[in-house]
Structure formats: structure tokens, C-alpha cells
């Protein structure tokens, strides 16, 4: 066991050793990524980029017609018809199930029935206290059991987080048939991409049922009592053929139930428990284990109602060309769905979603266009993915990711594009993910060939390297990236971090997200350029993608 005195000097070390791994391995990538040729012809076509495309591709995804694209609805329907005409018209084959341009899933909505909702404390001395639904505590909808109920001792397991070799929440604790109750977040000095990995509610609730537990509750330490409860509790998974796979970020059905909570209830458990709450909450962030069992039972039960329906993920493909390397697959990927219709603003119940996602979706139809029309070749296959239920919490990937059309194992990375911000001239870009693999050298050859910069996250506690599709793959050891806007401008006097910050308050999510905001077509063209740039290069080195030594994300190997 590591002593705690010296974790942050082990952390030190070990990302200098990584980094050094990175270096070199960036070194070799990077001069293998600079040999893909880029032809006349190939620029002559991304030269041929068109703008007026792209905006003709976004007006139709987000035109009111569509009433938000949300899954299972007409409007969705309409988006798949939409690019599976678009690939038809370019010449893109079938990517799909059986033949077809679709990969169907069941994707299940499950909501809390609330009035079934009880949850009791019963501490050492044999003393009852009935939890306020709403107040106290809100359930998650159990996404496989229509009844969920678990009673169980309680361990404190800080934020939750088992980092092997490097930092567990776990040491020293035993939480087989106990219920962990853990905080939201992720100990201090991780790299962003990792923060929000370890920081994610459903890599949390994974590591607890991997380690024996049977029920978490996640607290909330910035949730007001009164803000616990949702009226109307939801989550949202695929599921497979034969409905007894759960896939999704979050509660997927491992463990029996999932409770959310708050600072007020955290405080309650730390009575007579010998330890002092601000101090223990000081300490983990310090990345100090402070986990120890609370002098508490909880026993919790709720009933869940799911409603089942049909939708698709849209694959297209284009074959590649090299006898052994075309078994091979590059996936594009971008969400299809948006949010539907919802609360009313200024009068528009509408959230067209022009910018997330019908500008991820426009820009993967023109990069197929590139392929098709540029006489590219590419030695290895591409997929352009259309995948549904991003907004659901990345269940359309999630579930294509593990249950591909092509063999899994022959898909070497995936390129996603989800809302790429199109407001201002694209100068600087954030691969995010790529820092964890070999495609960071595809990405310095694409921006190098391009003229832009590579920067680090500029928004790190936004924690977006979980919140879009390229997390799937990474999920399912595939490595992954997905392009985000850097902070470079051309105008000194102009933040472009806090410009976007303000137009994502005002568009992000909200009906105002129609084709009447703030574009910048030219860095549509860009965007555009730099991800197929990416993918070739990828296609077209012999070599497949390669997670960086040591690397977290990196699949074991069993022996």
C-alpha cells in the first residue's frame, strides 16, 4: 500500500514517464502521418469544399419540419431518410445491418414512479429515519427491473475513483454487499480528459459494482436540499436484441439501485462517525484515501416503468482499396438526434439543434463527398456513422461501439464531430482524446498541412471529453478523438473562450439554436478539411492507431 505522504510524487513521476512515452510515440506517428501523400486530386476537392452545402445540410436537419429530431418521433425518421438519400446521391455503399444503410436498437426510456419510493436510515443503536423523497434524496431509474430494492451497511468511498498504480478511493475498504455513498468529482492534478473520466457518474457506478457493491448513493455537494428532485425521473439506455444488455454512460443496471443526493444528507452520515466532513472532503481532493465505513444501514426500494421503441443508427461506407488494410475500419462519427420540443422560448417550443448536431451531421456528409469525389482510395475502409440518442447520454454509440456492423476488433479509430462551434475562424483546434494514443501525430499532420494550432482543453472543468460519442469507442478500447475549437483569434482584443462561453449560455440547448444564429461557414470549410485529413492519414498509414504505452484507456491484455 502506498503511502499517502508520497502519492504526489507518484503521480508526478508516473505522468513524466508517460509523457516521455508520448513523446516518442508522437516522434514515429507523427513521421509516418507526414508520408500520406495528398494528392492534386484530393485537393482539388477539399478545395471544392462547398459552404453553401453545408449550410443547405444544416437548414434541412434543423428546419422546424424536423421539430428537433428527437428519437422515435417523425422528425427523426425524416433526418435518417435525409442521409441515407444524401448517401445514396454521393455513391456511399450500405454500412448497416444486413445490407442496409441502418443499425436498428431498442432504446428504452425508464421513469421513476415516485409515489413507490422509500428509503430508511437505521443506525447503530437500532434508531429509524425515514428519507424525504425529493428532499433527502431522488432514485435513478433502474433501467432493467421494474422493482429496484436493496438494504445494505453504508461505506464512505470518497469520490469513488480506483486509478490502478496510481490513486483508489477503494484502499483499505471492503464494500461487497454494501452500498457506497461517494461524491461527484475527481481528486485534484488529473489531466483534464482524465478528471472527467474518473469524474463520471457511470464509470463510478462500474467501479462499485466491479469492487462488490450492491447500490451507491452519489452525492452532490453544490445541490440544494430542495433541488435534489426531478419531477419526472428519467434515464435513457439501448438495449440488445434480446433485452438483457443495458448500454449507455450512466446507470446501465449493474447495480441494484442507484440513489443522488446532497451535502445535507453526506453531513447527517457523518454523525458519530469519528470523522470530520470538511476535513475528509479536504483530504481526497489532496488525492489522501480517506474511506471508512458509516455507522448506518440504508434500505431503499422503488418501482421503475419502461417504454420501449425502435431507432437507428445511419452507416455508410466506402471500401477500401488495399487487399489486406480495407478489413480495416476508420469510423466518422456524429450524433443525429437533438432534443425535440420542449419548453417554450420567446414563443418557439422548437430546439432545432442547427449547431448540435446538424453542423456535425452536414460536415460528415461533405468529408464523404471528399472521398467520393476526390478519387482518395483510402487503403482502409471508412464508416460514416450517424448514430442516434447522443442527448439520451451517448446511447447510440455507446451500443454501436460495442455492437459494430464490421468485426469490432477491425475498427482502429474513431473521428467524431459533435457541435463543432462554427461562430468564429477556426485558427486553433483541441483533440480531444487524441493525447491518449497515437492519433495526436494524425492530428499534427492534418493541422500542420492546414496552417492551425494544437492546444490543450481551454475548459477543463466543462469535463466534454465524456460528453460526446468519441467516449463510446474509447469505452470499448478503440482510440478516439473528437475536434473542439482552440482559442487562438485573429483580434488581440478578442477572448474567444469567453465568447463562446456566452453564445453557448444563449444557444446551447435552447430553441434560439436555428439556422438564424451565429455561423462562420469559412470555418465549416476548414473543420471539415482537417477531419478528413485526419481520417486519411489514418487510413493511409500502414500501421494501425496505437494507445500510448502504459496509457489508462489502453485495453489489458490478459496473459
Known sequence: MMRSGYVGQFLYLFGMIKYLFLVGSLITL??????????????????RIDTNTIRSHIAYLADDRLKGRLPGTEGYQMAVDYVIDQYKKMGVAPGGDQGSYIQKLILR?????????????????????????????????HPMKASAAAQAPLVFAGYGVDIPNVYSDYTGIDVKGKMVVVVNGAPSGLHSTLAAHFGNAGNKMTTAFEKGAVGI??????????????????????????????????????LELVLNSNKALLSRLFMNSGKQLE?????????????????????ASYTTAHNDFESYNVVGLI??????????????????????????????????????????VASLLEIARIYKSSGAKPKRSILIVMVTAEEMGLVGSSYFAANPTVPKSSI???????????????????????????????????????????ENDPEPNENRFVRSDQYSFVMNGIPALHIKYGNKTNRPDFNLVDFVKQWRAKYYHQAADGMDGIFDFAAAKTYVQLNFLISYSIAQTANRPTWNPGDLFAPVTKE
Open 217 to 254: 448513493i452519489s452525492i452532490n455537494l453544490l445541490a440544494r436540499p430542495a433541488a435534489t428532485a426531478n419531477p419526472v425521473l428519467q434515464a435513457n439506455v439501448a438495449l440488445n436484441p434480446e433485452k438483457t444488455v443495458a448500454y449507455g454512460r450512466g446507470f446501465t443496471g449493474n
Open 109 to 141: 426510456k425508464s421513469i421513476i414512479n415516485n409515489a413507490s419510493s422509500v428509503a430508511v436510515l437505521k443506525d447503530a443503536a437500532g434508531n429509524v429515519d425515514s428519507l424525504v423523497f425529493g428532499k433527502d434524496y431522488t432514485p435513478a431509474p
Open 412 to 454: 482502429v479509430a474513431d473521428v467524431n464531430t459533435d457541435m463543432p462551434t462554427l461562430i468564429a475562424p477556426l485558427l486553433s483546434v483541441v483533440p480531444l482524446g487524441a493525447e491518449h494514443s497515437s492519433l495526436m501525430g494524425n492530428v499534427q499532420f492534418a493541422a500542420n498541412y492546414l496552417g492551425l494550432d494544437v
Open 279 to 299: 476535513q475528509v472532503l479536504t483530504d481526497i481532493k489532496n488525492r489522501k484515501p480517506s474511506s471508512f465505513e458509516l455507522p448506518y444501514t440504508l434500505g
Open 30 to 47: 507523427q513521421a509516418a502521418a507526414q508520408k500520406t501523400a495528398v494528392s492534386k486530386n484530393i485537393q482539388a476537392a477539399m478545395n
Open 319 to 360: 471500401p477500401g482499396t488495399d487487399k489486406q488494410l480495407k478489413k480495416e475500419y476508420v469510423v466518422h462519427s456524429a450524433h443525429l438526434d437533438h432534443v425535440g420540443i420542449s419548453r417554450p422560448q420567446n414563443g418557439d417550443s422548437i430546439y432545432n439543434g442547427a449547431h448540435d448536431n446538424a453542423s456535425g
